[in-house]
């Protein structure tokens, strides 16, 4: 009986081609963009769970009262973990990890460039990163010690073996001995650095981060056996501020592995974060595999009227409805079984592109567990396409066929019809949500940010840049194609320890109110050579005289503050009186996703060490080999690293673009995979009518005429799907723009375009096949048999 069954598998694929195909197509592009998302899913689900400690490794985390709005940062003071360690019985173990920066490391003349950070001594208790070399317990316990990943070490030492107890020179300043080698972090780690110091030297060399009012390392715990993440966070809500920190803070913590997917917060409450474009892609392929599943159905049941002899015949002879079930779903299976080898293959192909697009390093599944996975997966997508044509072909009359009266019930044709309706349901809601994105992402590039950003090169001094830095500047401005230089704290993209503080203060300022203000240190004409609007008052210059007691704000600080009239009057930072010379128009400094925030800019040149350069346009590379030549002339032994200010700007929207770019693809194959359908559809329709056809034309009907009778169906169901779509694509679109506190508004061409896009491309098909049957010869299609 199996013999049987695959041989009569087999001739149906033979006799049927189009149908075969269609179904293969559609079957293994729906299957190959569920694999792509599959295996982007399962990454995205591992970062940061390859950790031991499991649920126990929690980070704390701060909330402050920012303005009558609650602000969550990952910036906590740099005793906090210590403390902790020492004052709460729940705590295993706690470690201070800094900010992350770009250090020189030397092994006598060769010189490195790595990301390194300072860590306390139980890292590598906390975090399971394994030490090929060095004891865990410490490696990070001499404040002279540092702690080099493979890679780094290959580059200094030129191997990873037997370099414990060798010396290294930081910055061309300090002398560290490497005390352990790490391997290199997984992709699947958000934490990546090529060397770690101690949190002691930290301290020696950053006296603030020894005060409980600043913020900037992180701090992360392990939890004992026993200890919840919840009563832990309940316990030490009020933890910094009984320790002298900031009015209005309080910390909590939550579980380390959670934060990659759930890390947006609004109004101190969590909110979401990379977990919803988790969720909406796996949405989106489990929808592209079903439209895929219903072509099957559609065009199964479709081509019933061909089969209805050999079912009939089968009945007749004693086959039970059971047996044609298995028959029928065996095909459905077979045909997905094939479609997954397409679609493997297919994957194989594109998945550079996909990595590419995605950022990730993804590869062709190959183990066990996950080629069973998609072996299970190919067996569901066959079962739901197969299993309603298995019980629609299994439950024919064998009477009534044998005797030529079975036609087709009105139950079957609604269920067809609603399965189209479906298919490009999705395709239009798919078609919205890209557009949204795009012009989503054409606002975030087009709009006015208060400021210019274009052809503004930038890199950070270090050694006798930052020793020599009006000289440097005085040099660089002089370049060709520099039309103007100065220096400033951190690119404005890029907010990152103590760029912020809440010790403003001012007349008649409510002693509970807390505000926190961004701390932009500049030099002179850096304002001006960012073109930020001046609202009131003046920039700083040296024309007159000392500006260290000077600020200028944004227009958000001066709301933030109420205050009327705010040049020449008086404010409070950290102690010192400062006399407001100038407001500014509010400039985006961050994404599009956070409203404009109170700022200032501080005029302090020796804490200014990223000298920044206008360049006319086409002289970029010009400018870049002269400054290289420069840095490495006059900063002997450190790398020049440098930016533009516009590449910054861009890389806070990565997320969306690939979204915008993903959805695209998905869009277009739904809309692929729908058509595909439809054009089966439509060549089975007209077939079934070829008589009708012949009769029409005899009496006059044209070809046109002819193919618009064979569309007014379709297009009525296409239409039902716009209807339906418009409010559902309304409601998704809403929701992601949401996450953007500057966006678009919702314009009713967005819905409109879509649907006139699936409704042409549903013409195009339909009509594609349907001329074909218009264009037949009446006389023979009605001495045709059929």
């Known amino acids: 009986m199996f013999r049987h069954n695959v041989t009569i598998t087999y001739r149906n694929f033979l006799k049927y081609k189009s149908s075969f195909f269609i179904n293969l197509v559609g079957l293994s592009s729906g299957l190959a963009c569920t694999i792509l998302i599959y295996l982007w899913v399962s990454d995205e689900l591992k970062v940061d ?3 031991a400690a499991g649920d126990r490794l929690v980070e704390v985390m701060e909330r402050q009262v ?13 005793m906090l973990a210590e403390t902790m360690a020492q004052e709460l019985p729940e705590v295993a173990y706690a470690t201070t990890v800094s900010w992350t920066d770009k250090y020189v490391l030397s092994v006598d003349d060769h010189n490195m460039q790595g990301t390194g950070v300072y860590a306390g001594k139980d890292y590598f ?11 865990p317990n410490k490696v990070l316990t001499d404040k002279k010690s540092i702690v080099l990943s493979d890679e780094m070490a290959i580059r200094l030492f030129g191997t990873a073996e037997n370099v414990l107890g060798k010396t290294v020179t ?42 409980w009012t600043n913020n900037a390392p992180s701090t992360f715990v392990v939890l004992r056996e026993g200890a919840t993440v919840e009563a832990f966070s309940a316990k030490i809500v009020n933890f910094v501020k009984d320790h002298g920190g900031e009015k209005g803070t309080t910390v909590f913590a939550t579980p380390y592995a959670h934060l990659y997917l759930h890390g947006r917060f609004v ?11 988790v969720r909406m892609f796996s949405i989106i392929a489990f929808f592209i595999l079903l439209i895929a599943c219903i072509n099957f159905m559609n065009l199964s049941t479709a081509r019933a009227s061909r089969r209805i002899k050999e079912i009939g015949t089968k009945k007749a002879m004693g086959a039970s409805r059971r047996a044609l079930i298995i028959q029928y779903l065996g095909e459905s299976m077979l045909m997905a079984l094939l479609s997954m080898a397409c679609a493997f293959l297919l994957v194989i192909l594109l998945l550079p592109q996909f990595n590419l697009i995605t950022g990730k390093t993804l590869t062709v599944p190959t183990d066990y567990s996950t080629l069973l996975s998609l072996a299970g997966l190919a067996v569901f997508a066959g079962w739901v396409a197969g299993s309603y044509p ?95 230089a100065s220096s400033i704290g951190h690119s404005l993209m890029e907010f990152g320890a103590g760029s912020s ?51 200028i704000f944004n227009e958000a600080a001066i709301a933030a503050m109420d205050m009327q009239d705010p040049i020449g009057k008086t404010v409070t930072l950290w102690g010192k009186p400062r006399t407001i010379v100038g407001v500014v128009k509010d400039f985006h400094f961050r994404s599009f996703h956070e409203k404009v925030k109170p700022l200032f800019f501080n005029l302090a040149p020796d804490g200014t060490f990223m000298v920044m350069m206008k360049v006319e346009a086409g002289k970029e590379a010009d400018v870049i080999a002269r400054l290289e030549k420069f840095h490495k002339e006059y900063n002997p032994g450190f790398l020049l690293s440098y930016r533009f200010l516009d590449q910054d700007y861009q890389a806070q929207y990565v997320a969306e673009q690939r979204v915008a770019t993903l959805s695209k693809y998905f869009a277009g194959l739904a809309i692929l995979i729908s058509s595909l ?10 077939e079934r009518r070829l008589k009708e056809i012949g009769i029409r034309k005899i009496h006059g009907a044209t070809n046109v005429g002819v193919v618009f009778l064979l569309m007014r169906d379709f297009t009525r169901m296409v239409l039902v799907a716009i209807v339906i779509s418009f409010p559902v694509s309304y409601v998704i679109s809403k929701q992601w723009l949401d996450g953007f506190a500057y966006k678009i508004n919702l314009q009713w061409w967005f819905f409109a375009s879509a649907g006139l896009a699936a409704l042409m491309v549903a013409w195009f098909t339909v009509a594609l096949q349907t001329w074909r049957a218009a264009k037949a010869s009446p006389a023979k299609t009605l001495r045709s048999g059929e």
């Open 677 to 686: 359908g439809l054009l089966g559809l439509a060549a089975f329709t007209a």
């Open 49 to 51: 769970h390859l950790h």
């Open 125 to 135: 208790k906390i975090f399971s990163f394994p030490l090929l070399q060095g004891d």
């Open 267 to 277: 109004n101190g409450v969590e909110a979401g974060g990379r977990i919803e474009y």
């Open 390 to 484: 298995a019980l629609y072909l299994s439950g024919f009359n064998p009477v009534a066929i044998l005797k030529g009266q079975l036609h087709g019930s009105w139950s079957e044709l609604w269920v067809r019809r609603g399965l189209v309706v479906f298919q490009f349901v999705c395709s239009v809601v798919l078609i919205v949500s890209v557009w949204v994105v795009y012009e989503q992402m054409q606002y975030t590039q087009t709009k006015n940010l208060g400021y210019n950003k274009d052809h503004l090169l930038y890199f950070e001094g270090q050694g006798k840049v930052t020793q020599n830095l009006e000289t440097v500047i005085a040099t660089v401005k002089n370049f060709p194609g520099v039309t103007d």
């Open 170 to 211: 930081w910055q061309h300043e300090k002398l560290f001995n490497v005390s352990g080698v790490f391997k290199k972090m997984p992709a699947q780690s958000t934490q990546q650095y090529d060397f770690l110091l101690t949190t002691d030297e930290m301290k020696e060399a950053h006296p603030w981060t020894l005060q």
């Open 501 to 551: 503080t809440s010790s403003m203060q001012w007349e008649g300022k409510d002693p509970d109110l807390v505000v926190e203000m961004e701390n932009v240190r500049v030099n002179y004409g850096m304002i001006e050579m960012l073109e930020v609007q001046l609202l009131a008052g003046r920039y700083y210059s040296p024309r007159f005289g000392t500006e260290d007691t000077n600020i």
């Open 66 to 78: 920012d303005n009558g709005q609650i602000t969550v940062q990952s910036g906590t003071p740099g």
